[in-house]
């Protein structure tokens, strides 16, 4: 039998958790909810659309979960406000992990995470509460991840790393075995990390250098690697 699901939200963030809990998990979602300034109308995508100041009444944290589906804005601490806000009137905050991903039994995952396909999520791998990862990431053994993480895709998380909350890791980043991740941290697309970051600290990735069509070194590029 399905378990009932109200969910936070009503981005492309949450139509994207409508998809992947209805098609890809033992819940049904019965109603969204968001701050009381942004319920514009009554229904969206077919279903309730409660204001969270009436949300307990009409779905009780007695017989409804929830699942606060937020992005990355201000670093993480958007979600993290949203999701102790639900916690604070009671609701069990459920979690998502694709069936099309690659995990181990001694998994650990907290409440309220979103982890998409695509996974190889290696023995030993704790994940805490409220963490989103996108698709097609590699979670090396033995690595911790703190609490309201958001990870991109196509990363590379090596063995027994240590990361601390609020992180963000953007598309293509890589990132050293046994390195330590402070809190608030920011590695950006296609940034290769090989040492610890303190609290705060960003890592950012050479930037591409693009050339014009008409630029001398396309033409002697191009002319090179294609012959044209």
């Not at 941290?185 to 090989?194: H, L």
Request: charged share 20%; with cysteine.
């Amino acid at each position: 039998m399905s378990k009932p699901l109200v969910i936070f939200g009503t981005a492309e963030i949450a139509e994207l958790a409508k998809f992947y809990f209805e098609n890809d998990s033992e819940y049904r979602v019965a109603a969204f909810t968001v701050d009381d300034g942004f319920a514009v109308g009554d229904i969206f995508h077919g279903l309730p659309l409660v204001p969270f100041s009436e949300v307990t009444k009409r779905f009780p944290p007695a017989e409804f979960e929830m699942h606060v589906a937020l992005s990355y804005a201000r670093l993480n601490r958007l979600r993290q406000e949203k999701y102790e806000q639900a916690k604070a009137a009671g609701y069990r905050l459920a979690s998502y992990v694709s069936s099309k991903s690659v995990t181990w039994p001694d998994l650990s995952i907290g409440d309220n995470c979103f982890i998409l396909e695509n996974q190889t999520i290696q023995p030993g791998v704790r994940i805490g509460h409220n963490v989103m990862i996108w698709s097609g990431n590699h979670l090396g053994h033995g690595t911790q991840i703190g609490d309201h993480t958001y990870v991109a895709s196509h990363v590379v998380i090596s063995g027994h790393c240590n990361i601390g909350q609020r992180n963000f890791f953007g598309v293509n980043a890589t990132l050293r075995d046994f390195c330590t991740i402070g809190d608030d941290c920011f590695i950006a697309m296609g940034a290769a990390v090989a040492r610890d970051m303190p609290n705060g600290s960003v890592a950012l990735a050479p930037s591409a250098e693009v050339f014009e069509e008409d630029d001398r070194r396309a033409k002697a590029l191009k002319r090179k690697y294609f012959k044209i």
